[in-house]
C-alpha cells in the first residue's frame, strides 16, 4: 500500500462526493468520528452529515492544490493534510482552505475518517 496513492484517491473520493451529494460522505465516518469545522465540535456519523449537509450553500467546487500524507501509528493509520480553494455558487471570488484528516483501516481493507479538521484560510 502506497500511502501517497490511497491519500490523492481518498482526497479526490471526498471531494467529488462533497461537491456532487454531501449527504453520500456518512459512509466515510463512524460513530467516533469528529469534525472541528471552523472551531465546531461534531461527533458521530450522523451529527457530521447532518451539519455538511446543513452549510448555506448548494453549489460548490473544489480545487485541490497540495496533498501531503504521513503514516499514523502502528495500526495503520494516515494524516492527510489538504490545502486548496472552494468556489461556491454565485460567488465571485474563491475561497482558500485547509483541511486535516485521519484515516483509520478497516478490516476489510478501506479506510475511515476518524478526525476531520476544516478551516477557511483568510487573507
Not at 454565485?90 to 475561497?95: A, M, R, Y
Amino acid at each position: 500500500m502506497d500511502p501517497d496513492a490511497v491519500a490523492k484517491a481518498f482526497v479526490e473520493h471526498y471531494y467529488r462526493t462533497f461537491d456532487s451529494s454531501r449527504a453520500a460522505l456518512g459512509g466515510l465516518y463512524q460513530d467516533a468520528s469528529m469534525l472541528t469545522f471552523e472551531g465546531d465540535k461534531i461527533q458521530g456519523a450522523a451529527a457530521i452529515v447532518a451539519k455538511l449537509s446543513s452549510l448555506p450553500f448548494q453549489q460548490c467546487a473544489h480545487a485541490i492544490a497540495t496533498v501531503d500524507c504521513q503514516p499514523s501509528g502502528p495500526s495503520g493509520g494516515m494524516l492527510v493534510f489538504v490545502s486548496g480553494s472552494l468556489q461556491l455558487g454565485g460567488e465571485q471570488h474563491p475561497l482558500k482552505f485547509s483541511q486535516m484528516f485521519h484515516l483509520m483501516p478497516m478490516p476489510q481493507g478501506s479506510f475511515y475518517v476518524l478526525n476531520d479538521i476544516f478551516r477557511l484560510n483568510y487573507a
